[in-house]
C-alpha cells in the first residue's frame, strides 16, 4: 500500500513559540483516525490511500507533497525548529533577525530560546537583569530605577533613600515615612519625646529640636488662659501681662472679638470702642455723638459742656470758635458779632 502526505500545523501550536516538525522522510509511529502521529502523540501529517498500492510499505509521494517554508526566507522548514508570528512560520534566524529584542545591558539580539524580560519598553537577557552597582539578580526580585539604572532595593537605599532623623538608618522604599521641615522618620520613630506613643498623622509641636503630642506640650509648656483657663496652644494674645485665647479676649459688653481691633478699658474690663463711647464717654453738646477722646481726638470742653472740635461753631454764623472768643445765650454759643444785640 503506498500513501501520499504533507506536513500540517496541529492546531495546538501557539503563536511565537518554537515548533518542532517532523525530518524528511517521515517514520510512522501509529496510527489514528487516518493520520501520521508522532512519538509524543501530535498529529504531523495526513495521509490518503492511492491506487496499485502494496500492502505494509510506506514511500512518500513526492509529487503531492506541499511545501512548507519560512514566510521571510523562504527556505524548508521540514526538520528544523520555526515559529508562528501572525499565523506564518518562520525559520527561528529570521524571526530573531526581525522581531527579536535587543538586550539593554550587553546590546545583542534577545533569542528566540531565551527568556525576554521587559520593563517600561526595555528589554533584558534573562543573565543580564541585574543591579547596575552590586550586579546581583534581579530575576522575581523587587528593584527601583534611577535615571535609567536599575538598582537593588538594597542599593538603592543606601545611594538615594531618606534617613531617619531619630535612628539614622535607612528609610527603606515601599514604607512609611514621615516628614516636617526637612527632616525624616520612620514611622515607628516618630514619636512624642514625653509619653514615647507615635505621633502618626496626629497634631504635634515642635520645641527645642523635640516634638510633642499636644496632650503633653500643654501640660509641660502650654499657659492657661485667664478667661477659660485652658492651655494656649497657638494664637494667644497678651493683655495685662495676662494670656488670653484670641477667641476669649472679647469685649466686656458686646462680646465681640478685640483681637487685631482697637480697644480700651474701664476698671480693668476691656470694651471696643463703639461700645466704651455709648456706655461712658461725654456726648457733643453740638451732634449729641460721644466725644470718645482716644487716639489724640480734641474737643472743646466749656461749664461742663463739650464739643468736637468740627462741632464747636457759631450757632447763627457757622463761623469756627476754636480759638476765638464766643459769647453764650441760654444753650447756644455765639460769634462776637453775632452776638452783640444781646
Not at 496510527?31 to 502494496?54: F, K, Q, Y
Not at 506541499?66 to 521571510?72: G, I, L, N, Q
Not at 497634631?203 to 477659660?228: G, H, L, R, T, W
Not at 484670641?246 to 471696643?272: H, I, M, N, P
Request: glycine residues 6%; aromatic residues 12%.
Amino acid at each position: 500500500m503506498h500513501y501520499s502526505y504533507w506536513i500540517t500545523s496541529s492546531g495546538a501550536s501557539e503563536e511565537n513559540q518554537i515548533h518542532p516538525t517532523p525530518s524528511t522522510p517521515i517514520v510512522p509511529c501509529t496510527s489514528r483516525d487516518g493520520g501520521l502521529v508522532s512519538a509524543c502523540g501530535a498529529m504531523i501529517a495526513r495521509h490518503w490511500p492511492t491506487e496499485n498500492v502494496e500492502k505494509d510499505s510506506w514511500t512518500p509521494d513526492t509529487n503531492m507533497t506541499e511545501r512548507f517554508d519560512c514566510h521571510y526566507c523562504k527556505e524548508s522548514l521540514f526538520g528544523k525548529k520555526y515559529i508562528l508570528k501572525e499565523d506564518s512560520p518562520y525559520c527561528v534566524k529570521c524571526y530573531e533577525n526581525l522581531y527579536s529584542n535587543t538586550c539593554e545591558e550587553c546590546k545583542k539580539p534577545i533569542g528566540a530560546d531565551c527568556k525576554d524580560l521587559s520593563y517600561k519598553d526595555r528589554h533584558w537577557h534573562e543573565t543580564c537583569f541585574h543591579c547596575s552597582q552590586c550586579k546581583n539578580s534581579l530575576v522575581d526580585k523587587p528593584f527601583a530605577a534611577k535615571e535609567e539604572h536599575l538598582l537593588c532595593t538594597d542599593c538603592y537605599s543606601n545611594e538615594y533613600s531618606s534617613k531617619c532623623n531619630e535612628c539614622k538608618k535607612t528609610i527603606m522604599p515601599g514604607t512609611r515615612k514621615m516628614e516636617y521641615k526637612g527632616n525624616s522618620w520612620h514611622e515607628t520613630c516618630f514619636i512624642c519625646c514625653h509619653c514615647q506613643q507615635p505621633i502618626g498623622t496626629k497634631s504635634f509641636i515642635p520645641k527645642d529640636s523635640q516634638n510633642f503630642c499636644v496632650p503633653c506640650y500643654e501640660k509641660q509648656f502650654a499657659m492657661q488662659c485667664v478667661q477659660c483657663k485652658e492651655a494656649i496652644t497657638t494664637g494667644g494674645v497678651t493683655y495685662r501681662e495676662q494670656p488670653w485665647h484670641k477667641e476669649c479676649f472679647v469685649c466686656t459688653a458686646c462680646k465681640k472679638q478685640l483681637s487685631g481691633q482697637r480697644f480700651t478699658s474701664r476698671d480693668e474690663f476691656a470694651y471696643c470702642l463703639s461700645c466704651f463711647c455709648n456706655l461712658y464717654a461725654k456726648k457733643c453738646a453740638g451732634c449729641t455723638n460721644p466725644i470718645s477722646g482716644l487716639g489724640g481726638t480734641k474737643y472743646i470742653s466749656f461749664e461742663e459742656r463739650q464739643w468736637h472740635n468740627d462741632c464747636f461753631n457759631c450757632k447763627k454764623c457757622s463761623l469756627s470758635l476754636v480759638g476765638r472768643g464766643f459769647l453764650t445765650e441760654r444753650d447756644d454759643i455765639l460769634c462776637p458779632e453775632c452776638g452783640k444785640d444781646i
